[in-house]
């Protein structure tokens, strides 16, 4: 008998709000803070239209990135950005305990509780990227990251693929673009936590061209995300 799938959406960069306490003493430029750099913009728009699409559970971050990098791991180098390495070890504790632990915490028990009841779970973080980098234009639109040491992954990004781009024609559907699917991250840590035959999970990458566009294209674009998914 085949497991019923439960879908678990996250946007780990949903914002780029920097908390009160934090104002006065942590200089961000408006503009920094308005970029890429501060937060993913149109992620959080397309994760509630998912979560209430598919009836399913929603963890999103509350700072920006720049504040705390929610989907990095706690050793990482680009944990801190450079507007916070300057705070002593205590304060930067505190917002590992206040954010970064308990986001995690959320995520692990949605997954616990859906293995707990029998299910697989297919874990949707959702990113977006900036068109230009660097001085370098990309060449994507939509990317699915994952891991293809891992089947279930690899086949549902495979199948995925051929969904979005039949459905928006003319649209660069990449995968493991612009990023590689196996990096630091959420869903990397997840993969060492939980089996492959229970956990998959899958980023996916949107330019913010769109978002930042808006209109009818930024829109079917999301319509035909949420109707192609599982």
């Known amino acids: 008998m085949t497991k019923p799938i439960r879908l678990l959406v996250t946007c780990e960069h949903a914002t780029n709000h920097v908390p009160a306490s934090l104002r006065r003493r942590v200089a961000i430029p408006p ?21 209430r699409r598919f009836d399913v559970d929603l963890v999103e971050g509350e700072v920006s990135r720049l504040i705390i990098e929610m989907n990095r791991s706690l050793s990482h180098p680009k944990l801190w950005s450079e507007f916070i390495r300057a705070l002593d070890r205590e304060e930067k504790d505190a917002l590992i305990e206040r954010y970064h632990r308990p986001y995690r915490a959320r995520v692990m028990e949605s997954i616990e509780g859906a293995i707990g009841r029998g299910e697989k779970l297919f874990h949707l973080s959702l990113h977006s990227f900036t068109p230009v980098f660097d001085g370098v234009t990309r060449n994507v639109d939509i990317g699915l990251l994952f891991d293809p040491r891992r089947a279930w992954e690899t086949r549902m990004s495979r199948q995925w693929q051929i969904l979005l781009q039949n459905n928006l024609p003319g649209s660069r559907i990449r ?10 991250g959420l869903t990397t840590a997840l993969r060492r936590e939980y089996p492959a035959t229970h956990y998959a999970g899958v980023e996916l990458e949107v330019s913010q061209h769109f978002p930042l566009a808006g209109g009818r294209e930024w829109t079917q674009m999301q319509e035909t995300i949420c109707r192609t998914l599982l």
């Open 175 to 184: 995968r493991n673009q612009p990023y590689r699917g196996i990096t630091d």
């Open 31 to 51: 503009e920094i803070l308005e970029s890429h750099c501060g937060w993913d913009p149109g992620t959080k728009e397309l994760a509630r239209k998912l979560a």
